[in-house]
């Protein structure tokens, strides 16, 4: 959830300070911005791809497809 419209409706201030357009993009109590939320979607789909070829170099049998859904799996449903 984010927060920031509770926060603004009863006029607190909530400071953010960091270094760089994007070191923050998505915060919770922050105003978050179209801008921030696309570049934080790139950002972890960049590391959902990445992912999805670690996994296929070591298991080239695999659908990678069908399995990298984002679900999580106990280890011993994995193996399976």
Do not use: M
């Not at 105003?31 to 696309?38: A, H, L, M, V």
Request: hydrophobic letters at 40%.
């Amino acid at each position: 959830p984010n927060f920031h419209k509770i926060l603004a409706s009863n006029n607190i201030d909530y400071l953010l300070f960091t270094a760089g357009r994007f070191k923050r993009t998505v915060h919770h109590l922050a105003e978050n911005t179209e801008e921030g939320i696309q570049k934080f979607q790139e950002e972890l789909d960049e590391v959902h791809e990445a992912f999805k070829k670690h996994v296929k170099t070591n298991r080239s049998s695999l659908d990678i497809d069908d399995i990298a859904t984002g679900e999580a799996w106990l280890a011993c449903q994995a193996i399976s």
